[in-house]
């Protein structure tokens, strides 16, 4: 397999254009004819059921598909700098070595020495919402709650001042109330650091008042694209009618 950056025709204002992106592991057609572009301080949502192949678009994207992948693509431009926070933050993080020496590690793999390692990363921390940070360092992971782990992840993400954040299923394992505290610190680090965000995720709630666009991923196939104000107002694709209508319906209920 052979990921390369093609970065010819690329416009300043984009930063990933993606033509006809055909992916397919062990035989089994994944993902088909998949055209995604993303503006510079977009928020995209990518949404769509479990299995319909968002996690495999994010990992073609950050270049980090199977070996054993065969891949084809008409075009793929995307920004150097790109940063990525996956699922289950508790997998990224080592169970063995204190959070502070981690972030650490994670700053020198970016910047080659360890010496401004807090200057940057403590900042980050702090506008992630995490308190006592001193003390906060100094902890193993398992002594830290889910929400507080993904906090982290996110800051260290940011370690790099990636222009892209890949956000795949950022709050799925978090309760409502930390869940829409992590989607306000999404909205934060897109307005005060103008970061461009993939959201990636199958609960169209978190995506309201959040998205400027929504693709809608079906069986391994973008089967809609719109603003997401217009998307929730109207549909094409029998999947996107049934998901928006059930996510309107549960509103429309709790009103
Ligand atoms: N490494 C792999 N090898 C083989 N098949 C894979 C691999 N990774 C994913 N798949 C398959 O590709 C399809 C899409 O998987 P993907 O992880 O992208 O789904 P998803 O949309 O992210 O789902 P979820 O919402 O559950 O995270 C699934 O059928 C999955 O079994
Ligand atoms: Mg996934």
Redesign the pocket.
């Known amino acids: 397999m052979g990921i390369t950056e093609k970065t010819k025709g690329a416009q300043p204002d984009i930063v990933m254009d993606l033509k006809n992106l055909y992916v397919s592991?062990?035989r089994t057609e994944?993902l088909k004819h998949i055209d995604m572009r993303i503006e510079k301080e977009e928020v995209v949502a990518l949404v769509?059921e479990?299995?319909?192949?968002?996690?495999?678009t994010s990992k073609f994207i950050l270049g980090i598909l199977?070996e054993r992948s065969v891949v084809s693509y008409d075009k793929f431009y995307k920004t150097p700098k790109t940063g990525a926070v996956f699922q289950n933050s508790f997998t990224s993080l080592n169970p063995t070595v204190k959070i502070g020496s981690q972030l650490m590690r994670l700053y020198q793999s970016h910047y080659g020495e360890t010496d401004n390692w807090k200057r940057k990363v403590v900042p980050l921390l702090e506008k992630a919402g995490i308190q006592n940070i001193d003390k906060f360092l100094k902890k193993y992971p398992h002594e830290s709650s889910g929400g507080e782990r993904q906090r982290v992840a996110i800051a260290g993400a940011l370690i790099s001042n990636p222009d892209l954040l890949i956000a795949d299923?950022v709050t799925t394992a978090l309760d409502l109330r930390t869940k829409l505290e992590v989607i306000k610190l999404f909205k934060n680090i897109r307005k005060e650091l103008g970061i461009t965000i993939l959201f990636i995720t199958?609960d169209l709630s978190s995506i309201k008042d959040f998205a400027n666009r929504v693709y809608v991923m079906y069986k391994g196939e973008i089967v809609e694209e719109n603003t997401c104000e217009e998307l929730f107002r109207h549909q094409t694709h029998p999947y996107a009618k049934r998901i928006i209508g059930f996510a309107n319906s549960l509103w429309t209920r709790d009103r």
């Open positions: 592991i062990d994944l769509g479990s299995g319909s192949g968002k996690t495999l199977p299923e199958h």
